[in-house]
């Protein structure tokens, strides 16, 4: 059973750009999404992440903007440059056994074209 | 500080052998989970590890197991292994005790052959 929902699987866009990602989770005990940045070879590398008493939350380029009543998430990439090109991973999570386990979506690969 | 790392970096392995791989958290973290991360099934949770206490533990057989030392660094053992195993190993740390920012190393590529 997939908790959480990704989509799309891939995105092209040209640079300046406004990719956009979409999650859904279905347990409603979640209580911290995060998104994660992967380049090749790389492990994913932390983005942001938003808790669930506000709506939206930008850091630079990046926005969540966060829908709890329809349980979806999305990652909007503003300006987007040839660097942002990566995999981009949303992931959900509440306290499980003292601690927060995120369970990941399948992921975005996103490619932005000069 | 110095990141997560991971070792060995590649590993190539015969189906029926077994691995063990190291991580290293960033000093002061104390929690240490591991992922597995394929192109069929994306990352998933294996366990996780806090004060060298396994507190958490993903749906994974009992062929994978782990361990958490005194100093906070990690290994996992995967016994006998399958080729299904073929995957990116991930570890990553946190520095809170309920350990909800995550910070990945490298990971550890292993290919059964």
């Known amino acids: 059973q997939q908790q959480v929902k990704q989509s799309p699987q891939s995105l092209i866009v040209q640079k300046g750009g406004i990719p956009i990602i979409n999650c859904a989770y279905e347990?409603?005990?979640?209580?911290?999404f995060p998104w994660y940045q992967q380049f090749p070879g790389k492990g994913p590398a932390l983005l942001i992440a938003?808790?669930?008493?506000?709506s939206e939350k930008k850091e630079g380029r990046f926005t969540i903007s966060f829908n709890k009543s329809a349980k979806q998430f999305s990652l909007h990439i503003m300006d987007s440059q040839p660097g942002d090109s990566a995999t981009y991973f949303c992931?959900?999570?509440?306290?499980?056994?003292?601690?927060?386990?995120?369970?990941f979506g399948r992921g975005t690969s996103l490619i932005v074209h000069p | 500080k110095a990141g997560v790392t991971q070792t060995p970096r590649y590993l190539i392995k015969t189906r029926g052998q077994q691995v063990t791989l190291s991580c290293s958290p960033i000093?002061?973290?104390?929690?240490v989970s591991w992922y597995q991360q394929t192109p069929g099934q994306g990352l998933q949770f294996l366990f996780e590890?806090?004060?060298?206490?396994?507190?958490n533990k993903g749906n994974f057989p009992g062929r994978f197991s782990g361990r958490q030392f005194s100093n906070s660094r990690s290994e996992m053992n995967v016994s006998t292994l399958e080729l299904g195993d073929s995957a990116l190993y991930l570890c990553?740390?946190?520095?809170?005790?309920?350990?909800?920012?995550?910070?990945f190393g490298p990971g550890t590529r292993l290919t059964v052959t």
């Open positions: 938003i808790r669930p008493d506000v």
């Open positions: 992931a959900a999570s509440g306290r499980t056994g003292g601690s927060y386990i995120p369970t």
């Open positions: 347990n409603t005990a979640f209580d911290y």
């Open positions: 000093s002061g973290h104390r929690s």
């Open positions: 990553a740390s946190s520095t809170t005790s309920a350990g909800y920012e995550q910070y």
């Open positions: 590890y806090f004060s060298e206490t396994q507190r």
